[in-house]
């Protein structure tokens, strides 16, 4: 395929780099080893361009990418790459990064707003979180027990490349006023104070917030609704409380 030899690709599906990846599909393992796997040119050049250096990056021999940027990418056979691949059509390069490197929130540093997420255990809803609170300038998202890992694949491709610039805490460790988003109940959003550091709440898909973390708020608010819908997706409730704030904030 080239006579380069630093270019041969490789064609073992034992190769230790390929078993990695592998690997880091687990949440555990991703958990214990401290790594993560990217998909795709955009998500990894977002990682580089945080400042990340990706700890390995397996290139598609036949359709060469970033290997300007990453001299020592291995390059691998087409249908080991696909193999490897979570998505419907494999990506042109796989990078591991470390968990390490992503923004971690610093709760001495007061941030305007923030959102602290309890229980969202949909990967797609945490990535679209974390897209939103990258869009339209909060400034962290703190993650309960129980939410979905941010470093997963799908969570990863939902955020756009956010949860390289977004900085990532703990639930406890969310700071500001506490305004707790609820379906039913609350003040209307509109007639909510959102002056000085806001923290806006949000629970899992359907059991929302429980009473306990809900009463540990300072206030309850809730977007209302036409018709005779029950509720709104956790990732639009966030985003539109978000942009209620930046919107007061002007």
Same mark, same amino acid.
């Given at each position: ?57 397996l290139?598609?021999?036949? #359709? ?31 990078a591991?990064?470390? #968990?390490?490197?992503?923004? #971690? ?96 709440v ?38 539109l409380?978000?942009y ?7």
């Open positions: 395929m080239t006579s380069d030899p630093d270019r041969v690709p490789v064609v073992s599906t034992s190769n230790p780099k390929l078993r990695l990846v592998r690997r880091l599909q687990s949440a555990s393992q991703r958990e214990r080893l401290g790594l993560f796997v990217c998909e795709g040119e955009d998500l990894i050049v977002a990682g580089m361009e945080a400042g990340l250096e990706p700890e390995e990056l290139v598609d021999a036949a #359709r060469p990418t970033l290997e300007e940027r990453v001299p020592r990418a291995t390059f691998v056979a087409s249908e080991l790459i696909g193999e490897l691949s979570e998505l419907a059509h494999p990506a042109r390069a796989i591991v990064f470390r #968990r390490a490197g992503l923004p #971690r929130l610093d709760p001495t540093q007061l941030a305007e707003t923030g959102l602290a997420l309890w229980r969202v255990s949909d990967p797609g809803n945490v990535g679209g979180l974390l897209r939103s609170a990258d869009a339209l300038g909060s400034g962290y998202v703190c993650l309960s027990a129980g939410c979905a890992d941010p470093t997963g694949s799908k969570a990863l491709r939902a955020s756009m490349g956010a949860v390289f610039r977004v900085p990532l805490g703990e639930f406890e460790q969310a700071p500001g006023r506490r305004v707790g988003l609820v379906a039913h109940g609350g003040v209307p959003l509109a007639e909510v104070d959102l002056s000085g550091p806001v923290c806006f949000l629970g899992a898909e359907r059991e929302g917030l429980p009473d306990d973390v809900a009463a540990g708020c300072d206030e309850l608010a809730t977007i209302p609704l036409a018709g005779r819908a029950e509720s709104l997706n956790v990732g639009i409730a966030g985003a409380a978000l209620e704030r930046r919107r007061r904030a002007g």
